[in-house]
C-alpha cells in the first residue's frame, strides 16, 4: 500500500517516522523549509535545517533506517493534487490550514480514497485523529495564530502523532478506521 | 438520551443529557458551563469556570446526534 502524508511538520514527521516499519510505500508532500524553531517540535535534525521538509525527512528516513520513501516539496493545490495522490492507498492529512484541508477531502470523496486526518489545538492540549466521513476542518482564530513550535508541545504531539500512527497501522493490517481524540490525561476512541 | 463529552484545558469527560430534539450550539455551551461549574460532570469540575469558556469551541455532532463533542478547535497539523 502507498501511504502519502500531506504535511511533515509536527504530526506529520513523527508520525512518518513512527509509521516506518510497515509494509508499506511511502510519499511526502510539503513545500516548506525546516527552520531552527522547528528542531524542537519536529522530527528533524540539525543537519536539515534549511532543506525542503519533504526531502528533508525523506533522506533521514534513509540515512537512519535505510527506509526509500518519495518526496514533493511543493504545496499541495487542485491542480496538482491528481499527481501527488497518483497510487495512493491511503492519504494521511497533517496540514495546518482548513483551505489545504478541504481540497484533500473534496479529491479524495470523488475518488473513493480512503483519508485520516489528524488535528492539534493551538495550545496543544487537544488533538484529534478522524476518518474523513466525520472530519469538518477548523479555522484558525485568526491569521498567524500561535502553534505549537515549541518544545513545551512535543510531548503531546508525540501522544497524538503515536495514535495517529497506530490508526494506520490498523488500516494498513485490517482496514479498520478508527476515529480518536487525544487529551493531556486519555486517548479516548470516539468510533 | 444524548452523551455530551466536554473537553476543556487538555481533561475530557462525559456528561448524560435529556434532549428534546437538535439544540442550538450556544444553548449546548450554555449547558457545559453550568454542569461543570456546579460539579456534575465526573472529573471535570471547575466552580470558577468563565462564562465565555467555550466561545471559540466546536461541538461534533455524531452517532446521529447520540454522541456530542464539545471540543477546542484543532487547526493545525504541520
Not at chain 1, 4 to 23: K, M, P, Q
Not at chain 1, 88 to 97: E, I, K, P, R, W
Not at chain 1, 106 to 125: C, F, Q, T
Request: proline share 3%; charged share 20%.
Amino acid at each position: 500500500m502507498r501511504i502519502v502524508f500531506l504535511g511533515v511538520g509536527a504530526l506529520g514527521s513523527t508520525t512518518a517516522v513512527l509509521c516506518r516499519a510497515l509494509d508499506a510505500s511511502f510519499a511526502l508532500v510539503d513545500f516548506d523549509k525546516v527552520e531552527s524553531k522547528n528542531l524542537s517540535s519536529q522530527a528533524f535534525v540539525k543537519q536539515s535545517l534549511g532543506k525542503n521538509k519533504a526531502e528533508a525527512l525523506k533522506a533521514q528516513l534513509l540515512n537512519f533506517y535505510g527506509l526509500k520513501v518519495d518526496a514533493f516539496g511543493v504545496r499541495l493545490t487542485a491542480e496538482n493534487i491528481v499527481q501527488l495522490l497518483d497510487g495512493a492507498g491511503l492519504v494521511v492529512d497533517c496540514f495546518d490550514n482548513a483551505a489545504s484541508r478541504k481540497i484533500v477531502s473534496e479529491h479524495a470523496r470523488a475518488k473513493g480514497l480512503p483519508l485520516v486526518h489528524a488535528a492539534i489545538s493551538g495550545d496543544g492540549s487537544f488533538g484529534i485523529v478522524r476518518w474523513d466521513a466525520h472530519f469538518v476542518p477548523d479555522a484558525e482564530d485568526h491569521a498567524g495564530q500561535a502553534t505549537c513550535e515549541g518544545g513545551e508541545h512535543l510531548p503531546m504531539i508525540g501522544l497524538l502523532a503515536a495514535t495517529l500512527a497506530r490508526t494506520i497501522q490498523d488500516f494498513v493490517a485490517r482496514q479498520e478506521q478508527r476515529d480518536s481524540m487525544v487529551g493531556l490525561k486519555s486517548v479516548t476512541v470516539t468510533s | 438520551m444524548a452523551i455530551l463529552n466536554i473537553t476543556y484545558n487538555g481533561l475530557s469527560a462525559d456528561y448524560p443529557i435529556e434532549l428534546d430534539g437538535r439544540v442550538a450550539d450556544a444553548d449546548l455551551k450554555r449547558i457545559a458551563v453550568e454542569v461543570v461549574r456546579s460539579g456534575d460532570v465526573p472529573g471535570l469540575h471547575l466552580p470558577n469556570l468563565p462564562v465565555a469558556a467555550f466561545d471559540g469551541f466546536v461541538i461534533d455532532r455524531l452517532q446521529g446526534g447520540h454522541r456530542l463533542y464539545l471540543r477546542p478547535k484543532v487547526p493545525f497539523g504541520a
